[in-house]
């Protein structure tokens, strides 16, 4: 620096916390935005961010992604070995030596996990929503694999529809509005929100269909696509429901700015998995590293990987 002085240390601070002590006509908590995240936006001024956010259910590695995803030995998010959460609503890492591919400051986010036991949908929504319009490049973390009961929890999609209106758009929904005006809707939203990266964390099998193997990307586009109305009536109403969230992900975010990544898990010892976050890559597999790698690549040094785009700076209308 041209005074000569130490640049400023990484900071990790809470931008959005629930306040118990005001509550919103639906008689649920409020959130505000945190003092000390507020100070860090003010200080960061005019200056081109760029801000990637993770979202997913809770106790299943968002926090663990971020901070390799930043690199460095610098600590970061928290990051614990029990079953309680770490992250508590919307916190922000900013490293002053981190930049994206375009230049702009690298932000990372960090959410609070999805379907805790002491939440509920309408306090996930309300974060999830947050997420989507801050960020300029979203990360949704899901485990294991992309079926039925993992696009049934991914409900709050549809339910962030509903809770944003674009100016001159059309309303928000009520619960009795048709499949046609929901999906009006979605498009609507579309242009606000960022690249979509489907990461699928723990993924032990080889993506097939049709016995032929298929890319990651094509394991997401397979995953997306409407099942059908098939079936017994209430067979038939948990596919609508299901083919409701597929079609409010292709809408929101159209091809070419949804990409999917799988990871292998971290280490295969029960305890190392538990520890993960304090091992070397030296003590992780191998597959895990260098696919992380791979990803880290293409997110923040812009290099091509498999259809995964860069994060870059949100370009504000």
Not at 61 to 83: C, D, I, Q, W, Y
Not at 225 to 248: I, W
């Amino acid at each position: 620096m041209a005074n000569g002085s130490e640049p400023p240390p990484p900071t990790v601070v809470q931008l959005i916390a629930q306040d118990d002590d005001a509550l919103g006509d639906d008689g649920e908590s409020l959130l505000r935005v945190a003092p000390e995240g507020l100070e860090l936006l003010e200080r960061l001024g005019s200056e081109r961010v760029a801000v990637a956010a993770v979202a997913g259910q809770y106790r299943t590695g968002k926090s663990f992604f971020l901070n390799r995803l930043a690199g460095g030995a610098a600590k970061g998010f928290g990051v614990g070995e029990t079953t309680e959460p770490c992250t508590r609503g919307v916190w922000l890492w900013h490293r002053p030596d981190l930049k994206a591919a375009d230049g702009a400051t690298l932000l990372l986010m960090d959410t609070e996990g999805l379907a805790s036991a002491d939440q509920d949908d309408t306090y996930d929504a309300k974060v999830f929503a947050l997420a989507l319009l801050l960020s300029s490049y979203f990360v949704l973390n899901v485990v294991g694999v992309i079926d039925d009961a993992t696009v049934e929890r991914l409900h709050l999609v549809t339910e962030v529809t509903k809770r944003i209106v674009v100016e001159g758009a059309a309303a928000a929904p009520d619960d009795d509005d048709d499949a046609d005006d929901e999906g009006r809707r979605a498009a609507d939203l579309a242009e606000h929100f960022p690249p979509l990266l489907v990461l699928v964390r723990d993924f032990a099998l080889k993506p097939t269909k049709d016995g032929v193997e298929i890319t990651d990307g094509e394991y997401l586009e397979d995953a997306l696509r409407e099942r059908g109305r098939d079936g017994d009536a209430k067979t038939r109403k948990r596919h609508a429901r299901r083919d409701a969230v597929r079609l409010s992900l292709r809408t929101l975010f159209p091809r070419g700015r949804r990409a999917c990544a799988t990871l292998v898990r971290p280490a295969a010892d029960e305890g190392d998995l538990r520890r993960a976050h304090a091992l070397s890559d030296a003590e992780l597999r191998p597959a895990f590293v260098e696919k992380l790698g791979e990803l880290r690549r293409a997110l923040v040094e812009g290099a091509a990987c498999r259809g995964v785009g860069a994060v870059a700076a949100k370009r504000v209308c």
